[in-house]
């Protein structure tokens, strides 16, 4: 999609998957949930499915529709607000009318910088995701982390919204194991990181002691 396209106009029932390119796509989705400030409540909306849109969502948080990256930041942000993981597992985007389905290769957001601040029980960590989500880790926004199939690494993931999660790109991985600690959890010495008053455990402290050797 060239960066000097605009929206198409179109009628407001036009479905999703008719739409020819991304900035169609998103005249769209304006129109559907112009009337909503801030993010709207796609957890409220319950629209028919009308199958599969080839859209999706690479392992980095690049997306692709038709298969041809989406250059313009403002167009992913806007998809980012109407999207929705169900408990079948799958995502869609939803507007009050229709449901679609696209592709995750892996999280549907990346975290890309972390913010760290207080030291034990009173420490919190806050992430900013690559489309402009901003979340404090805690009860609301758990944090778990993963085993990387291998690699013998870790993926860590926090829930931003719904049953989406944002996978934290490794710098900001690695800035947040400088802030682990080792606590014990059930009985076992463990090497974690806490916000907010929750721990949460990465790995047993032997295992951490074991890679570091």
Not at 85 to 101: F, I, R, S, W
Not at 201 to 208: C, N
Request: glycine share 10%.
């Amino acid at each position: 999609m060239a960066d000097h396209e605009e929206p198409t106009e179109g009628s407001d029932s036009a479905p999703l998957a008719a739409a020819a390119d991304a900035a169609g796509l998103s005249a769209l989705i304006s129109r559907a949930a112009h009337a909503e400030k801030g993010l709207p409540p796609v957890e409220k909306w319950n629209p028919d499915f009308c199958g599969d849109l080839d859209m999706e969502i690479g392992a980095d948080g690049t997306w692709f529709y038709l298969g041809t990256p989406i250059g313009r930041m403002p167009l992913v942000r806007l998809f980012s607000t109407v999207l929705r993981k169900d408990a079948d597992g799958k995502t869609y985007l939803v507007t009050p009318v229709e449901k679609v389905g696209i592709r995750v290769v892996d999280a549907p957001f990346v975290a890309v910088e972390a913010d760290v601040s207080g030291s034990g029980e009173g420490q919190v960590i806050t992430f900013r995701t690559n489309v402009g989500d901003v979340v404090e880790v805690g009860p609301a926004h758990p944090l778990r982390f993963e085993d990387e199939a291998g690699t013998g690494g870790l993926k860590p993931y926090v829930l931003v919204r719904g049953r989406l999660e944002a996978l934290v790109a490794r710098p900001v991985m690695y800035e947040l194991v400088n802030h682990g600690e080792e606590i014990e959890v059930d009985g076992q010495a463990m090497f974690a990181v806490r916000s907010n008053g929750a721990v949460y455990p990465v790995m047993p402290a032997a295992t951490l002691t074991r890679l570091s050797t």
